[in-house]
């Protein structure tokens, strides 16, 4: 159904039950679910979040400056993007981390025609470093590079299957979405991903998959056009 996607990874998914630190087995998981992906011949980008290592929103208000704790932030989701492309690796998996801010040799910095590229040749560019600049969240650095590379679709990727009326982890009552109209998304103040990446998918056309990335399988079904999750839409 969809040539070509970016998976959003939040950071909390690589971090396990705890959603802290990089957890080996969640790392595993997700990247056994991307070769699958990429084997069945579709091309995959990929923007991580870093809250499992740092959210440069939590220390603001204990001393920290926001500018630099979002830097650090940009920092984490490198990381957690490094050991992603290692995992692909070693299931036979290209894969390169590209910055939106130079960092060689630890990673290639960010040039739209070059991720293309990469993915075309059946690579998986993991784009890190969120937008390279502070007060943007990585769900708006994913909605952008989505627009950049031409994307078919967002597919967030998250511990929860879909988008609810609240927090189905905090509230029994809670009721799944199936389909959403960003218009809706919006005007509820939904926190699944922030305005501005609501905003930037609506204008460009670009529909937005919310799944739960931990179940086996899921990102594979989506891939092949079933109904998983909630879809966020014109």
């Known amino acids: 159904m969809y040539k070509r996607v970016l998976?959003?990874?939040?950071?909390?998914?690589?971090?396990?039950p705890s959603g802290r630190g990089i957890d080996e087995s969640s790392l595993s998981k997700a990247a056994e679910e991307i070769a699958a992906a990429v084997q069945a011949g579709m091309q995959v980008a990929i923007v991580n979040g870093g809250g499992n290592i740092f959210r440069g929103l939590q220390g603001v208000g204990k001393g920290f400056d926001?500018?630099?704790g979002d830097k650090m932030g940009m920092l984490a989701?490198?990381?957690n993007s490094m050991g992603?492309?290692?995992a692909l690796r070693s299931r036979g998996i290209k894969a390169e981390v590209f910055t939106a801010t130079p960092m060689e040799p630890i990673a290639?910095?960010?040039?739209r025609d070059e991720?293309?590229?990469?993915?075309?040749?059946?690579?998986?560019?993991?784009?890190a470093g969120g937008t390279?600049?502070?007060?943007?969240?990585?769900?708006?650095g994913a909605a952008l590079r989505a627009l950049e590379i031409g994307a078919d679709a967002v597919l967030k990727g998250t511990r929860v299957d879909g988008v609810y009326t609240a927090d189905p982890e905090k509230d029994p009552t809670a009721v799944k979405y199936e389909n959403l109209t960003f218009s809706k998304a919006i005007s509820d103040h939904l926190k699944v991903m922030d305005q501005t990446a609501f905003a930037l998918c609506e204008e460009g056309n670009i529909p937005i998959i919310v799944?739960?990335?931990?179940?086996?399988g899921n990102l594979t079904r989506i891939l092949n056009g079933e109904n998983v999750g909630t879809t966020v839409h014109k």
């Open 132 to 140: 390279g600049n502070p007060f943007f969240t990585t769900d708006s």
């Open 77 to 79: 989701t490198v990381i």
């Open 66 to 68: 926001r500018v630099n």
């Open 84 to 86: 992603l492309a290692m």
């Open 7 to 16: 998976l959003k990874l939040s950071g909390e998914s690589l971090g396990g």
């Open 115 to 127: 991720a293309v590229r990469f993915l075309e040749e059946g690579g998986v560019a993991l784009i």
């Open 108 to 111: 290639r910095y960010y040039v």
């Open 211 to 216: 799944f739960d990335m931990t179940k086996k």
